[in-house]
């Protein structure tokens, strides 16, 4: 029933480095431009992340330059790689497709930037 399952968060010290995965079905993976978006205690969502079916990546102002996203087709699965970590970093994150619906929801995997 899931669509997605997200993994790879955890405590890091600020400037640490992690990287999270997002596993998804093959209909939903395939063509679609994929994001990865988080929620921070006392925020809204917020999008960080997106990739195109071709490759192609846009990122928010605040991580640029420090986070890298990607997608392995053949193994249906999204990852986004987090450097230099910044306290203002620690949120849920979550991934989905931007064009969609945006009603269906992993759990999310905790990511926490603290010393």
């Known amino acids: 029933q899931e669509q997605f399952v997200e993994s790879g968060g955890g405590l890091v010290q600020p400037g640490g480095s992690l990287r999270l995965s997002c596993a998804a079905s093959r209909s939903i993976f395939r063509f679609w431009r994929m994001g990865w978006y988080r929620q921070a205690p006392g925020k809204q969502r917020e999008l960080v992340a997106e990739i195109t079916s071709g490759g192609s990546t846009s990122y928010a102002d605040s991580v640029k330059g420090r986070f890298t996203i990607s997608r392995d087709n053949a193994k249906n699965t999204l990852y986004l790689q987090m450097n230099s970590l910044k306290p203002e970093d620690t949120a849920v994150y979550y991934c989905?497709?931007?064009?969609?619906?945006?009603?269906?929801w992993g759990q999310g995997t905790q990511v926490t930037v603290s010393s």
């Open positions: 989905n497709v931007p064009s969609g619906t945006l009603t269906y």
